[in-house]
């Protein structure tokens, strides 16, 4: 749920930052529009910080606690067939160095090795993409004084500011963490279901 409203609050950034532009372009006030777009970036931001703490206290019980050998083997198989996935980056990625022609990079590495290593590389993205959304939010800030009399818009599509590559990165890479989870869920679950009944007995049984 964390990740889905990490998501939603960015995709509603986008949307009214899109809004605010228009209603800019139109020459209507346009800054309690845009005010609205930059908090929906700050709750954004907020839940990737409890995303970090639930991860945290993940690691603390993989580390406070010994899981049975067989769902260590079990997720240890699954995650070495894994190919390398898309990890989130700060410069390496498919908006960075679009407007100097450079063409589009995409940042690939392991997902890990076992359980704690997953854990801990989902940690080390999360941080990354912290760090990214800081930088658009301090963007937008920056530029949204500019619709207090008008030409927002200008100052936004003529790529004198950041924000717009700030942005499609911020976005784009939120997505490329969020399918990191999905994919270490998907192995955690799919190890429960190798190793099932083992270490799940207390699951009530079907009737």
Not at 60 to 82: Q, S, T, V
Request: one cysteine or more; a negative charge.
């Amino acid at each position: 749920m964390i990740n889905v409203r990490m998501l939603g609050a960015q995709t509603e950034a986008d949307h009214w930052l899109e809004q605010g532009v228009l209603a800019d372009l139109k020459g209507e006030d346009a800054i309690p529009i845009l005010e609205r777009a930059l908090q929906k970036l700050k709750d954004s931001r907020a839940e990737m910080d409890r995303a970090y703490d639930q991860i945290g206290k993940l690691i603390d019980i993989e580390k406070n606690n010994k899981a049975i050998p067989e769902h260590d083997a079990a997720i240890e198989r699954i995650l070495k067939a894994y190919p390398p996935i898309e990890r989130v980056s700060l410069t390496n990625t498919r908006f960075a160095n679009i407007g100097a022609g450079t063409g589009i990079a995409i940042n690939y590495g392991p997902i890990g090795a076992n359980f704690k290593e997953l854990l801990e590389n989902l940690r080390t993205d999360l941080k990354i993409l912290e760090l990214e959304t800081d930088r658009t939010i301090d963007a937008f800030g920056d530029v949204l004084p500019m619709a207090q009399h008008g030409g927002f818009a200008s100052i936004v599509l003529s790529g004198r500011a950041p924000l717009p590559e700030r942005v499609m990165h911020s976005v784009d890479q939120t997505i490329v963490f969020v399918q990191f989870h999905n994919r270490a869920c998907q192995a955690a679950i799919a190890a429960d279901m190798q190793v099932y009944p083992k270490g799940l007995e207390w699951i009530p049984k079907p009737p």
